[in-house]
């Protein structure tokens, strides 16, 4: 008898054992199948992509006087037709003002222009001149202090309205403020010229001189070595800007020469390589001219991608650009049959998309890693730190949570490097979620201008972002209700 009841507790024990190993073993299954997803294939399109702080541009010059302007009138009049670009070259014009200090009245009259300036919906790339003509000797002040004065007199106008300027190209001197036909080209002047712009102008404003030469001579550099981009480096606002961009070997004298057998050669190809380095960090823009070989639409594409170039004058040289229109695209994938100029309008500064998506449980930390590959398929880098995230969208609520990615999308180059990838990632701790089901959105915000940035992918954007993917979580009386 006592060993009959040994046996039934023996038995007793073993079920009782092998109930527990069969509810861990069900709560294991649970704890890896509680999450189900999937993800959304992505591919890339050649749609048009309006974002800041790139793309084509058209100019406007103004004279500033002591008379009182109809700026409103002006902009309203010509902006109204210039619904294609996102970008605005201001040349503003002081040679009335060459021999001493800018008057009250027209310190008024470039104040309203920005203050009008300001209520268009463009960014604005900024250059001050004196001359407008190609005879900057006449019109250039007589001293370099002159110059230095108007700096710092323009000083409160240029950081109020720093958030609209993008750029502000040249050092005020120079036919047609492009920093050539000057006294003032000597290194003494560069360097005070840049010191006073830099301590007038707000940190976000990037400046710009004409050549590479005048850069490394500014920064006291000789390569590209040299050269450290620290947050506090100087570095890190000095752009460039090219008014002869392919006009022959030297980009019209952009580019210096070298004595080879003693002979006279263009440093193209170096000269080249430099800004492939450089603008990897800062922008670089103009315009195209003298329609010639260099020009020609895959030397350019391929010039343009090594510049990384950013930005473009969508007035000049009309005849390039009409070469372009006429010129087919003759490449693999989306692009495939696009005209040149469109080909280049899509592909001027960054243009990003998502490569792949990848959605994980990984159930013994209970987190849920999600990934975003990007990619960078326009010729420059995006400049400016952006800030990733996801966005979970409850489906039966209505209600969203969102999640910052890590990962910085400047490190991505573009241009020759239009294949590198970047892996976005996030753990996000399933305890934060509901069991509910979430479609999960990704977005780019670009908080400097306060959007988002469009991504260059067949998917549309909504007001949550691009939709990479679903997500089911799954309580437990639910799971096993779905089990059994």
């Known amino acids: 008898m006592r060993r009959r009841r040994q046996r039934i507790f023996y038995f007793a024990v073993l079920l009782l054992l092998m109930a527990v190993m069969l509810v861990d073993s069900v709560i294991l299954q649970y704890e890896r199948e509680k999450i189900r997803m999937n993800e959304i294939i992505f591919t890339e399109s050649a749609r048009e992509l309006r974002n800041p702080e790139r793309g084509f541009y058209n100019l406007y010059a103004f004279l500033i006087t002591d008379e009182k302007a109809d700026y409103m009138w002006f902009l309203e009049h010509y902006y109204k037709k210039d619904i294609d ?48 003509e190609g005879e ?21 106008v240029l950081r109020k309205y720093s958030g609209k300027i993008y750029v502000l190209q040249g050092l005020f001197i120079g036919n047609w403020g492009e920093m050539n036909g000057t006294k003032y080209e000597n290194d003494e002047d560069l360097v005070r010229l840049t010191k006073q712009l830099y301590s007038v102008t707000d940190s976000s404003t990037y400046l710009a001189v004409r050549t590479p030469d005048q850069w490394r001579r500014i920064m006291g550099i000789r390569d590209f070595s040299e050269i450290e981009f620290t947050d506090d480096s100087p570095a890190v606002r000095m752009s460039l800007f090219n008014d002869g961009m392919m006009g022959n070997e030297s980009d019209l004298g952009t580019y210096k020469t070298k004595d080879v057998d003693g002979d006279k050669k263009t440093r193209r190809m170096e000269e080249l390589s430099f800004q492939e380095q450089l603008c990897s960090f800062v922008p ?77 449980h990984d159930y013994q930390s209970d987190q849920l890693e999600v990934s975003v590959v990007m990619k960078n398929v326009g010729f420059a880098p995006l400049y400016t730190r952006t800030e990733t995230a996801l966005v979970f969208y409850d489906k039966k609520s209505g209600e969203s949570v969102s999640f910052q990615m890590n990962g910085d999308l400047r490190q991505l180059t573009g241009g020759n490097e239009s294949e590198k990838r970047l892996t976005l990632k996030a753990k996000i701790d399933v305890k934060d979620l509901a069991y509910t089901e979430y479609d999960i959105y990704f977005e780019v915000l670009y908080p400097k201008v306060g959007q988002r940035i469009a991504l260059a992918n067949e998917q549309e954007m909504n007001e949550r972002g691009y939709h990479i993917g679903n997500v089911e979580l799954y309580d437990l009386r639910q799971y096993l209700s779905n089990e059994l």
């Not at 605005?88 to 001493?100: A, P, S, V």
């Not at 019109?139 to 230095?148: A, G, K, M």
Request: net charge negative.
């Open 136 to 156: 900057n000797e006449k019109y250039e002040p007589d001293t370099v202090d002159v110059i230095l004065g108007h700096m710092e007199q323009l000083e409160d």
């Open 284 to 360: 670089n823009g103009g315009e195209v001219v003298v329609n010639n070989s260099y020009n020609d639409f895959d030397n350019a594409v391929r010039d343009f991608a090594t510049m990384h170039v950013t930005y473009l004058n969508n007035g000049y040289d009309q005849e390039v650009l009409d070469k372009w229109k006429k010129t087919k695209v003759a490449e693999k994938g989306c692009f495939n049959g696009v005209d040149g100029y469109t080909y280049m309008a899509r592909h001027l500064g960054y243009r990003l998309l998502i490569d792949s998506v990848g959605l994980q």
């Open 85 to 132: 670009t996102d970008l605005t070259l201001i040349e503003i014009n002081l040679q009335k003002y060459r021999d001493g200090k800018i008057s009250e009245a027209g310190l008024q009259n470039i104040e309203v222009l920005f203050q009008v300036l300001g209520d268009f919906e463009k960014q604005m790339i900024v250059r001050f001149v004196y001359d407008l």
